[in-house]
């Protein structure tokens, strides 16, 4: 299939440059398709003055990657896990402005489509294919050639082929065999897959009563090495005792019990019966209908005819499968795929106009999913109505409510909380042995349980400092001494507990210390940064941080009243200092602890430039959760994440109307959802002014 994929190369490349004749990478057009009126909304737009912005063309990041194949194809696949890590920008990875695209993802891309379109179009096999391999025809690691009809293994080693395994199930491996006795034991052997022992076996037949030793093994799809290997060589000079293994044939049969088998993927992707359409219409339906839900728009004028004649192109060298999979795999290299492109109908007019239909259901799927419409929003789309407010708020309500919805947790909550940063955290064994695996996932479950419940129940935003239940496992329970829960995760009552809010989670603490000990520096600043957007300025060059490890002269806030007594530093430690030792009743791994490692008492009070003062993270909390600057903060980062933008002062009136409306809901989430949806910079955006020319 060298051909077909030079062919992909070059569709890729034609309908690369149809996204460039759309105006480039800001995604601007002159022209419209049919039914992609840019205009078509009901809004009447920003008020004059009020700029509304606009969002850079944005690549799929690779969660929004994997959840788009995942809701297009049916797929289990998870092809982006193998992309480059995705920059980040403003706090997020799906960022318009850093999302670039390198030489490197292109191949990724069409390997990623390769393999997806396999899958999709692969038909079961429905009877068991036997590949049968004659000894003498292979090499072996050791031995020779035993009488013209076998491989004679005279010392420890293997002998088996390379097969190509169709589909993934269960397969008997066959070795006919026999032994060269010596010595107290039989000939011994085992039978391996991927170098991995399945069976180990006895061969006590003899030269003149040859057996077949088999095993039923189950085998993943693709290249397979399937050996026979001896592992009990015995020489006796002696004696003249010679202990070998004499191979006849081995054997790869299956997939066994496949009777019946089916491709859901092919059966939802394939909708017709080239046999009895014609191959040609069969391809253009299955183009058409594929290429529009990938690309997430009608198709435009001649894009069909693109594809048909990648089609044509690849069918003339190979049958109709093949000719459908490399315009199939291009409709997933099209940068209308691997992009989120947006039209400006009037590329350089500033004055904002509404998104299409189409555009709105993109930017409301992959801000609640991180995925794909689905088709109740396509048709919503096509019929002209997703922008009525009643249908988008409805629509919003069905789609928090979805499994899908899920995604906030794990690509809004995951970086806006750091819980996505656990997974990078190592505390170090000799301070911490009671950190593992375990305990890593259990922190980053309760911190998502207890979002999801914010997300989905009628809770005040601001109970995420002040809440009185969490969500444990026992090993969790075990952590912070709490009687066990049963199995998996519950929701539990802190009542009587030193634990209360977001601040006081196994995840928050973990990942704002060092490996070796607490930083009342770095959970200072994560509070200030992530719940409060007031982010100190970085140090000034030359100054020497704390040394990481304990000091068990000196207690960790006295070193660091020490170190902020110089004016340089006095300035960002006088914000981020409080709020930080506020935690210290918790260690490095979110523990609580009355005395430090050096037996130090904890000195958790402290006093905030407002003047307020709080003894222990609960009360810190407690001041935390009446802050206008919370309600303001939070606006800010989910604004930024449904956007994949940063904010600009010309977005200040937006941020405040919504700020408004949360307040007014007891900072409901689902609230602050809306807010965002409807307000004018989702709904709209405008063009970019047109760049002098040189010299002027």
Known sequence: ???????????????????????????????????????????????????????????LNRAEYNNTVRDLLGTELRPADDFPADDHGYGFDNIGDVLSLSPLLLELYQRAAETLVEEALHIPRTEPALLHYEAESLDGSVGGVYRDQGWNLWSNGTLGPTVEIPQTGDYRVAVRAFGQQAGPDPARMTINVNGIAVAQLDVEATADTPATYEVLVHIEQGVTTVEAEFINDFYDPEQSGDRNLIIDWIEVEGPLGVEGDRNPIR??????????????PCAEQVLGGFAARAWRRPLQDGEL????????LARAEADFDAGLGVALQGVLVSPFFVFRAEIDPTPTDLTAHTVS??????????????????DQLFQLAEDGTLHDEAVLEAQIDRMIDDPRARALVDNFAGQWLYTRALA???????????????????????????????????LGMDEMFTADFTYINDRLATHYGMAPVGEGFHRVSLEGTE???????????????????TSPVKRGKWVLTQLLCSEPPPPPPGVEGLSTEPNPTATLRERIEAHRADPVCATCHQLMDPVGFSMEHYD???????????GFAIDAAGKLPTRKTFDGVMELSDILAESEDFSACVVEHMFTYALGRGTTSADAPWLEEIRLALVQSGLRMRALIKAIVQSEPFRFRRGEAAEAPEGE
Not at 25 to 54: F, I, K, M, Y
Not at 305 to 312: N, P
Not at 499 to 517: D, K, M, W
Not at 588 to 598: C, K
């Open 1 to 59: 299939m060298n051909t077909p994929r030079l062919k992909l190369l070059c569709a890729g490349a034609l309908l690369l440059g149809g996204l460039l004749s759309l105006g480039g990478c800001d995604g601007d057009a002159t022209e419209l398709a049919p039914g992609v009126n840019a205009n078509n909304g009901d809004g009447q737009g920003p008020a004059e003055g009020q700029d509304s912005g606009r969002v850079t063309i944005r690549r």
């Open 267 to 280: 059966e939802r992707l394939v909708t017709c019966d080239p046999a009895t359409m014609g191959e040609e």
């Open 305 to 312: 005819d693109g594809l048909m004649e990648v089609y044509r």
């Open 357 to 374: 239909a189409y555009e709105l259901a993109n930017r409301l799927s992959y801000f609640l999913w991180s995925s794909m419409p689905d």
């Open 424 to 458: 990078d955290v190592q505390p170090d064994y000799q301070y911490f042995p009671d950190f593992d695996e375990e305990l890593r996932a259990s922190m980053k479950e309760e911190t998502e349980l207890f979002f999801e419940a914010f997300l989905h129940e009628d």
């Open 499 to 517: 634990r209360r809010g977001l601040l006081t989670q196994g995840a928050v603490l973990t990942v704002t210390s060092y490996p070796t000990r």
């Open 588 to 598: 490095g791994i979110g523990a609580w602890r009355s005395t430090d490692r050096g």
